[in-house]
């Protein structure tokens, strides 16, 4: 019988040679058979770059947007100018990714009120924005009605002593359950 070394031995000098030989090839599948009952298929998913295809703008290749600081400061204005109760966090609010975030989603859900949130590890420059937008240094950060407000620390002070519950109702920010009977879909 042949050992898996050997056998690694007789093989990998005919997978160089046939890497080599194969580089030219594209959108090509194929198979090569070493020995008998060994296949190995490979796929080759480049496309040259002189093609040119029709196709729907949907499914043509995307780039992400490039942004510059006053583009983040303009976005992080208008966040908190159209949202009564906006939360700059890390992660979503189904799925932080900070336990500070977290928290804040929580105490926000628990209260019931309705809010808006962005996730600032999806752009570094947002999360730099934020700090400098707000002139404090962590996130979360939540917004009431276009005012920063504070963090995490600050919401769990304001939740215990009542604060939070009062600002919230005096200001423009609405109840998960209020909207669901202004809109019943």
């Known amino acids: 019988t042949t050992s898996a070394w050997q056998l690694t031995r007789r093989i990998t000098p005919s997978l160089r040679r046939t890497n080599t030989m194969l580089r030219g090839l594209r959108r090509r599948v194929f198979s090569i058979k070493f020995q008998p009952g060994v296949c190995i298929r490979a796929f080759s998913s480049s496309t040259p770059p002189e093609a040119d295809f029709d196709t729907h703008d949907d499914f043509k290749p995307q780039t992400k947007?490039?942004?510059?600081?006053k583009d983040i400061h303009s976005l992080i204005?208008?966040?908190?100018?159209?949202?009564?109760?906006?939360?700059?966090?890390?992660?979503?609010p189904n799925m932080p990714r900070c336990g500070f975030s977290k928290t804040v989603v929580d105490i926000f859900r628990h209260m019931g009120y309705d809010f808006r949130a962005r996730d600032v590890l999806a752009n570094e420059?947002?999360?730099?924005?934020?700090?400098?937008?707000?002139?404090?240094?962590?996130?979360?950060?939540?917004?009431?009605?276009?005012?920063?407000?504070?963090?995490?620390?600050?919401?769990?002070?304001?939740?215990?002593?009542?604060?939070?519950?009062?600002?919230?109702?005096?200001s423009n920010v609405k109840k998960v359950a209020e909207l669901k009977e202004s809109d019943p879909q």
Not at 65 to 69: K, W
Not at 77 to 92: A, F, H, I, R, S
Not at 153 to 169: P, R
């Open 65 to 69: 947007e490039q942004f510059d600081m």
């Open 77 to 92: 204005e208008k966040d908190v100018k159209e949202n009564p109760l906006m939360l700059y966090m890390k992660g979503t």
């Open 125 to 170: 420059l947002l999360r730099q924005g934020i700090k400098e937008y707000s002139d404090w240094p962590t996130v979360p950060q939540v917004y009431v009605d276009g005012e920063f407000v504070g963090g995490c620390d600050i919401m769990i002070e304001m939740f215990k002593n009542g604060e939070l519950e009062e600002l919230l109702k005096s």
